[in-house]
């Protein structure tokens, strides 16, 4: 049978890469189309791709912890027949072959050996144990020249670089959900935020396990109705806005891995306790690190409930091409003559290059005013 190589898909979204979160085949291993081949994480989510053939594996050309760029050797097999696209997460170019032997004919002259682990063009030639040192410590094993057989990277050339360049140590190569935030953080930076503050007074439904999700999810919906143009999308290049009507609430969910902004879809439509559910499930998922892409997709509006960790009021940060993004801090008491009084402090910040003050204002009321209300 043929050999023939295998890259890594477009993973679709606009992704570029992703890292090589865990192999379920060996080299050896027959496996069939569709079977489950590698979980990879992207920017986004962990995704698995499946074998795009049947045949058997001859070599993995990239280990756990690698960040590939879509379009990288992923790994290669002994297979009859042409790749199902259907059996792939994104879009797959066609078969690429096994690059040919360059071994000169006998007699010939000997090309000098690459300095690095690698053919030109193929994939760096690695011990697993130096491939997870190079990994941990964020080191690229393009930049290593292996002295192992055949130019291999070993063990020790890994740690000779990393003795040989003591400032490296206690840096560590951003990876999944915080490589993504620090990307969109950077995006973010063109955005001229302004941001308003207030607070909703809400002693009359606020008790022990009440459910403050649902009453913002609600209320961030009644602040689109006043406003509209802060559930819409802005392009910079044109200047241009798309207004969406359906609302795709973003709700950010902290996470020991960083943050993650499943979607909850045309918020408006669900009831309390289907969207109780549904939000519920996205945030277990997201702390499992089991959500899709389609679970992160296109959001319109972002709407973020950092009160029980802590703070009252904060200057969000907006991530493009949406508009706005609503907070809600700690809810803290106000003593008065009639009484104690709780107060939940709200803070909006929008792209002012593509909502009005005036707009925003009014999104703000109609927020506070729905989460006032006792119902």
């Not at 950092?306 to 969000?316: D, Q, S, W």
Request: proline share 9%.
């Amino acid at each position: 049978m043929a050999v023939r190589r295998f890259d890594l898909p477009d993973l679709g979204e606009g992704l570029e890469e992703a890292e090589i979160v865990e192999w379920h085949v060996a080299p050896g291993e027959r496996v069939v189309a569709n079977q489950p081949l590698v979980s990879v994480e992207t920017d986004k989510a962990v995704v698995e791709i499946p074998a795009p053939w049947s045949g058997v594996v001859k070599a993995l050309l990239a280990g756990p912890g690698e960040i590939l760029r879509v379009g990288a050797p992923l790994v290669s097999f002994e297979a009859a027949g042409r790749p199902d696209p259907g059996a792939v997460v994104g879009r797959i170019d066609p078969e690429a072959p096994t690059p040919p032997s360059t071994a000169a004919p006998e007699g010939a002259p000997k090309a000098p050996q690459a300095t690095a682990a690698t053919a030109p063009g193929g994939p760096v030639r690695a011990i697993p144990a130096a491939r997870a040192l190079a990994a941990r410590h964020g080191i690229s094993l393009d930049a290593i020249a292996g002295t192992g057989p055949g130019g291999a990277i070993t063990l020790s050339d890994v740690e000779a670089l990393l003795a040989a360049a003591p400032e490296t140590e206690g840096w560590e190569e951003l990876r999944g959900a915080r490589r993504a935030m620090a990307r969109r953080m950077a995006a973010a930076a063109e955005v001229v935020r302004a941001t308003l503050h207030d607070v909703a007074e809400v002693t009359a439904w606020m008790t022990p396990g009440s459910d403050i999700l649902a009453r913002l999810v609600r209320a961030t919906v009644r602040g689109v109705a006043a406003a509209p143009v802060l559930n819409a999308w802005f392009d910079a290049g044109g200047p241009s806005i798309r207004q969406n009507v359906q609302i795709d609430i973003g709700l950010a969910v902290d996470t020991p891995e960083g943050l993650y902004v499943p979607v909850l879809r045309d918020a408006a439509a669900l009831g309390g306790a289907e969207m109780r559910a549904e939000a519920e499930r996205m945030i277990a998922n997201a702390r499992a690190h089991a959500l899709g892409l389609a679970d992160l997709a296109e959001p319109t509006i972002t709407l973020s409930n950092f009160g029980p960790i802590g703070g009252r009021h904060a200057e969000l940060v907006i991530s493009p091409p949406q508009v706005a993004i609503l907070g809600a801090g700690r809810v803290y008491p106000v003593y008065r003559e009639t009484g104690v009084c709780l107060l939940l402090p709200m803070s909006l910040s929008f792209d002012h290059r593509a909502a009005t003050g005036g707009d925003a204002a009014r999104f703000m009321a109609a927020v506070v005013a729905d989460l006032e209300r006792p119902d």
